[in-house]
């Protein structure tokens, strides 16, 4: 299994220009969930999926869209980038069942530069 | 979920063993304490999970305490590869994939393994 994974590792926007952060896994894993995280801070939970067609905010969704079309797939849309959105976005997953999220999978992040 | 405190910092003789400290006097009880770790630039990584009991796996133990207001995680031996930042989190343990499932990281402590 490849696990969780993330395009691009490294993209740099101006504001203003839309992109899409790619997420995927190959684990089978119903719960996807998108964190951001900024300097000197811990991660904050921008979008997340309990499964194919169902999605819902976190803490931080402003200015992020996502989908869930399905298993596999929940890539991360920014409509209209801001230099606010510089950060590192990290994708996760989890297998579904008694005790979900016990164990929840990250890939490796994407290195976002909004100027 | 219940807040936690760590302490910003640690190091640790490598070969020794590493007890990073979680405080969470206000864990409720259905909450579990989780431990993640993150080492440089990558996705945080799942160490271990406990509800009570002492828990044990091939990456560390978990000592709660019996009023459950604090916690421990020792990594028996500690090597270079054990630097990291550590993040001791509080949350309900959920029997299912419907809710506001997320984890909330704090900022966590930084632990670096002294050779």
């Known amino acids: 299994n490849a696990g969780v994974t993330q395009t691009p590792k490294f993209q740099v926007l101006k504001t203003g220009q839309s992109m899409t952060l790619q997420c995927a896994q190959d684990m089978n894993h119903e719960y996807m969930s998108w964190y951001r995280q900024d300097p000197g801070m811990g991660l904050r939970l921008i979008h997340y999926s309990v499964g194919a067609g169902i999605t819902d905010q976190g803490e931080v969704p402003n200015g992020y869209n996502v989908s869930r079309s399905t298993t596999e797939d929940f890539p991360l849309r920014l409509l209209s980038a801001a230099p606010s959105q510089t950060s590192v976005y990290f994708c996760?997953?989890?297998?579904?069942?008694?005790?979900?999220?016990?164990?929840?999978?990250f890939g490796p992040g994407t290195r976002l530069t909004v100027l | 979920d219940a807040k936690t405190t760590q302490p910003p910092s640690m190091d640790c003789a490598e070969g020794r063993a590493a007890n990073l400290p979680c405080n969470h006097s206000?864990?409720?009880?259905?909450?579990?304490v989780y431990w993640y770790r993150q080492i440089h630039s990558q996705g945080p990584q799942y160490i271990i999970h406990?509800?009570?009991n002492n828990e044990t796996n091939e990456m560390a133990s978990l000592i709660i305490t019996e009023d459950r207001k604090s916690s421990t995680l020792i990594l028996p031996h500690a090597t270079l590869r054990d630097t990291a930042v550590y993040y001791c989190?509080?949350?309900?343990?959920?029997?299912?994939?419907?809710?506001?499932?997320?984890?909330?990281f704090g900022t966590g402590t930084r632990l670096t393994i002294i050779p």
């Open positions: 406990g509800l009570k």
């Open positions: 996760a997953s989890s297998p579904p069942g008694q005790g979900a999220l016990d164990e929840q999978f």
């Open positions: 206000t864990i409720s009880g259905n909450e579990y």
């Open positions: 989190i509080v949350r309900p343990r959920l029997l299912s994939n419907f809710g506001n499932e997320k984890l909330t």
